[in-house]
């Protein structure tokens, strides 16, 4: 089988987090290459960002294609509860006042393509509808990846060091049987766009609104979009959406039911799209690296879409991916324990929001808890924003387990 020359470093998937990974590492001089298998644009769900995702897109050399794109501002959270009694917003402003606290509502077709060809602009060579085959092994290190030509005849790079990035079909978290689910967060979901349902105005426009359902069985996302689109979809536990209910559309429509808040808001608009379902939601793979290997984004692991993190950790990850590998080429070390050294911090920010997660769905009330703990206001938003990575938060956790007690 023929071999093309090797590279550095090679990206697979062309995603948010295989974008970041590529970017950050081709910014220090390493040869990257990317193999992303679609063409873009692409659909992607998932298109609210958190603020935190600033400070990702500001190293990557895209803070002014956001600032100058049309996507939708986003200024704050809303939730609204079973009985429909509106939370008063959190406005991410209010407990950091700089202007990362403002953020955006993306289509991700179009700023999936904008983070892509920005890692193109920075030196990293794309390669788009590259089926990659496999990731090869040598005495248990990886050492490249096999991919079909587009001659059919199957071909391989080298590299120093393989990302997957490729997403919920990781190759590597399949092929060394990595994927551990989690069983408390055992969700799936079902969504549609509508045009021209209500949304707020002034600050408020693009703020994410959380839904509960009336019986609290699962919740409403209800995200404002450029083009005057919403994204709304239904989540909740697997056996509620989907055994016994096959027909997805129908599922949906019985859920907008029973969630009078969410059917007054799409009142006045029309549904533009057709219901899609996701049903395999939560995992984490049993580690983030091994000799030659990393994963990041969902290749990694894949949360909730409760508190819309899926980007940052994407970014974050891959962020934090590509300045240790960047270490470890330029020590010659690309072992699991250099290139994988960002796990565990990660892990430890991924496990606060999966905490804050699993207390939305055990019913706590954040506003209760805000009005007898004022001074954890602040820790809460940093929670809702992204900024997870900060041992002091903990003690948020602490104070709500005494009041459960």
């Known amino acids: 089988m023929p071999a093309s020359p090797a590279t550095d470093v090679i990206v697979i998937g062309g995603g948010p987090a295989g974008s970041t990974v590529a970017t950050l590492i081709a910014q220090q001089g390493f040869q990257v290459e990317l ?158 766009y509508f045009e021209g349902a209500y949304r707020d105005q002034g600050r408020d426009e693009g703020a994410t609104i959380v839904l509960s359902l009336q019986d609290k069985q699962g919740w409403f996302w209800y995200i404002p979009m450029h083009d005057n689109l919403i994204s709304v979809g239904v989540v909740a536990d697997f056996d509620y959406l989907f055994k016994g209910r096959e027909n997805h559309a129908a599922t949906f429509a019985e859920e907008v039911e029973n969630c009078p808040a969410l059917k007054e808001r799409i009142s006045i608009g029309k549904q533009v799209a057709s219901v899609k379902a996701t049903k395999d939601y939560t995992y984490r793979a049993r580690q983030a690296a091994g000799d030659g290997w990393v994963l990041v984004g969902d290749a990694f692991g894949f949360l909730d879409p409760l508190y819309s993190s899926g980007v940052l950790l994407a970014l974050k990850s891959g962020e934090l991916a590509a300045d240790a590998i960047v270490e470890g080429l330029r020590n010659g070390d690309t072992s699991r324990a250099q290139i994988g050294k960002w796990e565990a911090s990660f892990v430890e920010g991924m496990n606060r929001m999966r905490r804050l997660v699993c207390e939305y769905y055990d019913g706590f009330s954040f506003g209760q808890f805000v009005r007898r703990f004022p001074h954890h206001r602040g820790g809460i938003t940093d929670l809702l924003i992204g900024d997870l990575f900060k041992p002091e938060l903990d003690q948020v956790f602490e104070d709500i387990e005494a009041v459960k007690c």
Not at 77 to 88: E, I, L, R, Y
Not at 122 to 127: D, E, L, T, W
Not at 130 to 148: K, N, P, S, T
């Open 35 to 192: 193999f992303e298998r679609e063409r873009f644009p692409r659909y992607h769900i998932g298109e609210s960002l958190i603020p935190e995702t600033y400070w990702v897109l500001k190293r990557l050399g895209m803070l002014d294609k956001m600032k100058s794109s049309h996507f939708i501002k986003k200024y704050s959270v809303q939730f609204v509860t079973a009985t429909g009694k509106h939370s008063a917003p959190f406005y991410f402003h209010d407990n950091k006042p700089h202007e990362c606290s403002q953020t955006w509502q993306v289509r991700r077709s179009e700023f999936d393509t904008m983070m892509l060809r920005n890692a193109e602009e920075q030196g990293v060579r794309v390669h788009e509808g590259a089926r990659v085959l496999d990731v090869l092994f040598e005495d248990q290190r990886a050492v490249g990846i096999e991919i079909a030509g587009d001659d059919g005849e199957a071909r391989q790079v080298r590299a120093q060091v393989v990302v997957d990035a490729s997403g919920q079909s990781s190759l590597l978290i399949n092929k060394l049987r990595l994927r551990v689910s989690d069983p408390l967060l055992n969700k799936g979901a079902i969504w549609t």
